[in-house]
């Protein structure tokens, strides 16, 4: 990869753990989230109209992973009411690529080589590392974890499907945005029309997280297409490290040398994974 290459993914790093440290700090979730979906589901629809819609045989891909960002949303929600920033994101981040290799290996006979295997056997062992102990997760914040990271996952694969047969990428990302109008529905439905107003710091963060993970989405896509995928997809992951860090200086959590050396772990399991 070049250094422009290089910094450009480590910026969607920055940006993607960014957002998630906003989300986590938020007083109440549900309404920066609903907010944070208004802003990428009204670009979304905005381009999507402007564009048109995907060919045919991506719908049901766009409609699929719509679907379950709105799960994976869902899931960030639970995971943060509990848990650390720098304890849970590494978790969901890190378990997606070894569920996506566990995934090809069951279901498409894809066996993951040596250094995928001892990816997978890494991030275990950091996300163990990060659930037990004194300062270990419960039960149910890890299990919220474990499920956003197979959202990720699940997404990730039926993206990457859905937009080989899109025969536009950008018509087919809008359309799956789109779906995140229905966080902000559903405020509104279930707290009347005044939900989704709030003071205009509170409004300017929120709107500012959903543009982050546009951007941040974005990054990574252009990245693919200007270097190789693997090693794109396993610099990705320092976002865990990035995390841990907004996490000590933003949200003011434990930075312990353990949580730092899982999140390392986790990290470099990945980038493993993504390689082998």
Known sequence: MTPAVVALVLFAALLHAGWNTLLRGGADRLWTMSVMNLAVGGLGLAVALAVGLPAAASWPYAVASGLIHITYNALLIVTYRTGDLGQTYPIARGASPALVALGAGVFASEVPGTVGAVGIALVSAGILSLSLGKAGLSRGTVLAALGTAATIAAYTLIDGIGVRLSGDWVAYTAAMFTFHLAFPLWLLLTRGPAALGGTPAALARAVGGGAASLMAYAAVIWAMRL??????????????????????????????????VACLVIAAGAAMIGHG
């Open 227 to 260: 270097g190789a995928m693997g090693p794109v997809s396993a610099l990705r992951e320092t976002s865990v490290v990035f995390a841990a860090l907004l996490g000590r200086f933003v949200l003011k959590e434990r930075l312990t040398a353990g949580r730092i």
